[in-house]
């Protein structure tokens, strides 16, 4: 399990610990076995040590988050096709009050998450500065079963925020 969950007096806890395969159909199972056993009045979504994982788990979680034809992320490269807008396609199954928990082990797909809900306006975060993990990479296999990790491109919040962390020169030394 990716997910762990509880309710408290109408408010749900759930604690995703990575965006892998499957990871969105279980929040959707765990939201509907909720309101189906008690009126849900918030909901906390804990992505506190969320390394990241599959964008598409994370953007299809934006889909039952937020309304449709709404920006939640994009990608921009060099190259022009590497740009890339993602856009709901659904009307959002739950609209109550959220509030997503973060702090610096939250890197990419949560950090893509949690910048596009609140830039939507449909949640507040709490918690700590985020790792920074906002690049989209290419991997190229070599013959000798190494490979290169190359950069196309950077992912944006609606806003326009770039997630990757720009390292100031005392983060390198220290």
């Known amino acids: 399990d990716s997910t762990k969950n509880e309710l408290k007096q109408g408010v749900a806890y759930l604690q995703i610990n990575e965006f892998g395969k499957g990871v969105n159909a279980e929040f959707r199972q765990t939201l509907q076995a909720i309101r189906q056993e008690s009126e849900l009045q918030g909901i906390i979504l804990d992505l506190r040590g969320n390394p990241g994982g599959l964008l598409q788990e994370s953007v299809q979680m934006l889909d039952f988050l937020v309304n449709a034809d709404i920006p939640v992320i994009q990608t921009v490269g060099r190259l022009e096709e590497y740009n890339t807008r993602y856009i709901t396609r659904e009307d ?3 609209t109550g009050p959220l509030v997503i928990l973060i702090d610096q082990g939250s890197a990419s ?6 910048g596009a809900l609140q830039d939507n306006d449909k949640a507040t975060i709490i918690g700590r500065r985020t790792f920074g993990k906002g690049l989209v990479q290419s991997v190229i296999n070599l013959e000798d079963k190494s490979r290169i990790h190359l950069t196309i491109a950077r992912y944006y919040t609606p806003s326009g925020r770039c997630i990757q962390k720009h390292f100031e020169k005392d983060d390198i030394n220290s």
Not at 109 to 114: G, K
Request: aromatic share 12%.
């Open 92 to 94: 959002a199954g739950y």
């Open 109 to 114: 797909a949560s950090e893509i998450l949690a």
